[in-house]
């Protein structure tokens, strides 16, 4: 036995330009599976809407792990590689499903000379296929109460009520307005403002007009609403837009990119209006 049997343990030698041609294979296999996942979700109803949900939850995840995810493992709520899984002292099952993302490598010049960053497929888990499956906890449930509350703080225009508005909602970008029928219930009033904040977003922020948002304010009223458990059965996804079904991948691609970024900033001035009103723990609830 050589010294470099010794070493290794007998196995194989390792070889670099092998070890390189296997990550460029599982790159060029997630990027695959983006692509066909794209191509369903332009002309299924269902198939975008389990995107939407995935997105939702991973609502840092870029677009391309969110399509990832939803096309392995829509249902998953928590995810780490098997190192950070160890590290919590949780294990990962033997029979695990495995799921594909990919996550930022080196930098690199492109040939016009302009930066981009290579990608790695990395294979993470969810916490249902651990030693953790029993310990997942619950998000602090919310009130409608404060997520309406939240909704408000979140708009870049103010709120007004009328009583004869003939939708329940409506983003009026001439006055800066959104006005809201009287007499919703606080599940209808959260979903319907949800949509008309998302679209004031798109107009003051992303200079995007009231009439080429509206799809995309619907879906980020979607995810909104379905992150916080909110009904979201008056949602419909059977039509969608007949230019999806013409898109390239990436114009596509960036469609969704779009509704992350608007997701992003209106959950994360939700977020920041229930902490600034989060009631004080008093001293026997911090024990």
């Known amino acids: ?19 390189a041609a296997q990550k460029q ?6 990027y695959e599976l983006i692509d066909n996942t794209c191509s369903e979700m332009a002309v299924n109803g269902d198939s975008f809407r389990q995107y939407l ?3 939702g939850r991973f609502d840092r995840y870029s677009v391309a792990n969110a399509v990832l995810v939803s096309a392995q493992m829509p249902e998953a709520t928590q995810l780490k590689d098997y190192g950070k899984w160890k590290q919590s002292r949780v294990y990962v099952n ?5 799921i594909t993302i990919l996550e930022p490598s080196k930098e690199y010049l492109r040939d ?11 294979v993470v888990y969810d916490i249902s296929e651990t030693s953790a499956k029993d310990r997942q906890e619950a998000a602090e449930p919310k009130s409608m109460r404060e997520l309406v509350s939240a909704m408000i703080d979140a708009s870049p225009v103010p709120f007004q009520p009328v009583d004869d508005l003939e939708l329940p909602a409506f983003y009026d970008s001439e006055q800066q307005t959104i006005f809201i029928r009287t007499g919703l219930n606080e599940e209808q009033l959260f979903v319907s403002m949800s949509k008309e904040v998302a679209a004031a977003v798109y107009d003051f922020k992303h200079n995007e007009s009231r009439n080429a948002s509206e799809f995309k304010a619907y879906c ?3 995810m909104v609403s379905s992150r916080y458990g909110v009904d979201t059965r008056g949602f419909n996804f059977d039509r969608l837009p007949k230019e999806y079904a013409e898109m390239e991948t990436q114009d596509f691609k960036s469609e969704l990119g779009s ?13 920041k209006s229930m902490e600034k009103n989060k009631p004080a723990r008093n001293k026997e609830q911090e024990r």
Do not use: C, H
């Open 25 to 30: 294979a599982e790159r060029k296999e997630a």
């Open 1 to 19: 036995m050589s010294i470099y049997d010794v070493f290794s343990g007998g196995n194989k030698p390792y070889d670099k330009a092998e070890w």
């Open 94 to 98: 033997k029979d695990a499903q495995k």
């Open 259 to 271: 509704m992350r970024d608007v997701l992003g900033e209106v959950q994360s001035e939700m977020y």
């Open 53 to 55: 949900d995935v997105q």
């Open 220 to 222: 980020v009223a979607y």
């Open 112 to 122: 016009d000379g302009t930066k981009a960053v290579s990608y790695n497929a990395k």
